[in-house]
């Protein structure tokens, strides 16, 4: 039986066209020959919201919703006013498509620099809620631009919202060879939300008696994330929690240049939407200069998402090779792609 994936690329800004198209090569160099891919490209990002001032109509979402994943570039420009293009796009997208599990691999491959001293073994994922905390624009501001302004900005956390996101954490946990699942909060301080995460969190794993648990606040966390990040196999935490950690662990374990993510829709009720983790760097676009090596890796989770798992893996055991030879002598965006594209 003949196999297919359709797939939606958004390059987007900056950066976005160079990497994604390294990440589309080495894509279908990875693929099996009875699988059959099929791309269709969107132009969302500053040019279109210039032109146009649209940023994701809902003919747009209606498009995307027909395909079986999203590999996306980088969406931002300084042209856009700060926020537009993130609420109007990327936001927009992760609420409409449900994109409730955000995951965020961190692995220092050999070979990579890490600003932590003598090379500590990481290899740990984050598992980062998506839809909910302080990002879904609940809030307000009163007596606004006067001395007296009161802004709010409420976190929300729904049992649904925290019982899916930490089931899937300890379903990753499970699957992996420590089985060790870690939940960041701060629940001393954040009490609320932090009952409602703790107790989910430790009901759930009484469904997996094979994971071994433990909690740490997270400003604890950003302290072992650079003193012992080896004790870290799966973490869970909130949206806001999830967003700091992951560019600590990204600027830990090889940096910017590496590390890939995917905004995930378990259920596959909605395409999922796989991202390098850097945004467009417009000081370093046009120039051949950007490291695609994460999107390559985004290719990767995007393929282990729809099932590709000897796929996915080959693709990770090429970054890995590349990088342990990869030495100090520059190269290209293209030269990268295709180094990666031939080994895979
Ligand atoms: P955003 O708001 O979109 O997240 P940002 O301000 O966080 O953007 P990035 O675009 O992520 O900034 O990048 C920060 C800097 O890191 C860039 O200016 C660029 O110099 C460098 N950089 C980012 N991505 C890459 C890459 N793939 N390869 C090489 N350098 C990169
Ligand atoms: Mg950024």
């Known amino acids: 039986m003949s196999r297919r994936i359709n797939l939606a690329v958004i390059p987007g800004d900056g950066i976005g066209q160079e990497v994604v198209t390294q990440g589309l090569k ?3 160099a990875a693929l099996p020959q009875d699988v059959k891919l099929e791309t269709q490209e969107y132009d969302f990002g500053a040019k279109r919201y210039h032109a146009t001032g649209e940023t994701l109509t809902d003919t747009d979402v209606e498009q995307l919703k027909g395909h079986d994943a999203i590999l996306l570039g980088a969406i931002g420009d300084p ?11 990327l936001l927009k997208l992760r609420f409409l498509f449900d994109h409730h599990v955000n995951l965020r691999p961190s692995k220092l491959l050999p070979g990579v620099a890490t600003p932590l001293a003598g090379q500590p073994e990481i290899d740990f994922v984050v598992v980062r809620e998506g839809t909910e905390g302080p990002y879904t624009g609940n809030g307000g501001t ?5 001395p007296h302004e009161v802004a709010t900005e409420v976190s929300v956390n729904t049992a649904f ?18 089985k060790k699942l870690t939940l960041v909060h701060k629940n ?20 997996f008696p094979e994971v071994t648990t ?15 990040p080896g004790r870290f196999d799966v973490i869970v935490t909130d949206n806001l929690f999830g967003d700091i950690i992951t560019d600590l662990a990204a600027a830990v374990s090889g940096g910017i ?8 829709n378990p259920s596959g009720e909605f395409p999922s939407m796989f991202e390098p983790v850097h945004g467009s760097a417009p000081d370093i676009a046009g120039q051949g200069k950007a490291d695609p090596t994460a999107t390559v890796l ?18 990770e055991e090429a970054v890995a090779a590349d990088l342990g030879e990869r030495g100090t002598a520059p190269r290209t965006t293209e030269e990268i792609g295709d180094a990666l594209a031939v080994r895979v």
């Not at 009163?142 to 006067?146: D, E, L, P």
């Not at 985004?298 to 893996?313: D, I």
């Open 257 to 264: 240049g590496v590390a890939a993510s995917g905004n995930i």
């Open 26 to 28: 080495v894509l279908r």
């Open 298 to 315: 985004s290719v990767a989770l995007l393929l282990r998402h729809l099932g590709y798992e000897a796929e996915a893996a080959r693709i």
């Open 79 to 89: 042209s856009v006013p700060s926020g537009v293009l993130e609420r109007g796009f």
């Open 161 to 178: 919202g925290v019982e899916r996101v930490v089931r899937d954490a300890f379903a990753r946990a499970q699957a992996r060879p420590r």
């Open 142 to 146: 009163i007596r606004k631009g006067t």
């Open 188 to 207: 001393n301080v954040l009490a609320f939300a932090g009952h409602l995460w703790t107790n989910v969190f430790n009901e759930v794993a009484k469904e």
């Open 214 to 228: 433990d909690y740490i606040h997270v400003d604890a966390a950003t302290i072992y994330l650079v003193t012992d």
